[in-house]
């Protein structure tokens, strides 16, 4: 019998270690270079070729979406306000979709949605999974510093009021460290 408590003592701590691996937040993987951010392809919805490279020395929300999800659809019309606040202090959204273009054109007008929406064919769930985004859902949200490493990471929904807050703080964590390097 102590066996038995023994060996479901065992199950149960490796279902816990499981649960606990799949529900922590998401982490950028490290792997991932700026370089290799920097030089990642998308084409915009009419089909021009498009990196990440034209906004180096931005502070760079890049949103991993698609027409078909809920959650996407809600946080985008916030994240639209943002660009507008933003904007001005360096800062530049990109959404990036595996999804037809012009499924994506047509989002874009049905939203209002201004920033640019690119796509991206498999490239785009890989470099999700590859910043962090384990289990590969949507929205994925990752904000980089203007050097493009990642600075803050969204599995899920981000709230606008949350995004506005984490964009404070690594604006302020970018000046002082600009001050600090005088």
């Known amino acids: 019998m102590k066996w038995l408590y023994a060996l479901v003592g065992v199950v149960a701590t490796l279902a816990g270690t499981a649960l ?6 998401a982490a950028p993987d490290a792997t ?4 290799a951010l ?26 991993f979406w698609a027409t078909w999800c809920a ?14 606040r933003w904007a001005g202090r360096g800062v530049q959204f990109v959404g990036v979709s595996a999804d037809d273009p012009a ?3 047509a989002f874009a007008r049905s939203l209002q949605i201004s920033y640019p ?3 991206g064919g498999d490239e785009v769930a ?11 859902v949507l929205p994925h949200t990752v904000v980089l ?31 002082k460290n600009t001050k600090n390097s005088r």
Do not use: H
């Open 20 to 25: 606990w691996l799949a529900t922590r937040p």
């Open 32 to 35: 991932v270079a700026p370089a």
């Open 38 to 63: 920097f030089a990642a392809s998308f084409r915009d919805t009419q089909g021009r070729p498009r990196s990440l490279g034209e906004f180096q020395g931005k502070v760079v929300v890049l949103n």
């Open 71 to 84: 959650p996407c659809r809600e946080e985008m019309p916030g994240f639209e306000r943002l660009q507008s």
């Open 103 to 105: 499924m994506v054109a």
């Open 117 to 119: 929406l690119w796509v």
């Open 126 to 136: 890989e470099l999700s999974i590859r910043l962090g985004n384990r289990l590969g």
């Open 145 to 175: 510093d203007p050097a493009g490493n990642p600075a803050a990471t969204r599995v899920g929904a981000y709230k606008e009021s949350d995004l506005e807050d984490a964009l404070t703080t690594i604006s302020a964590n970018l000046a």
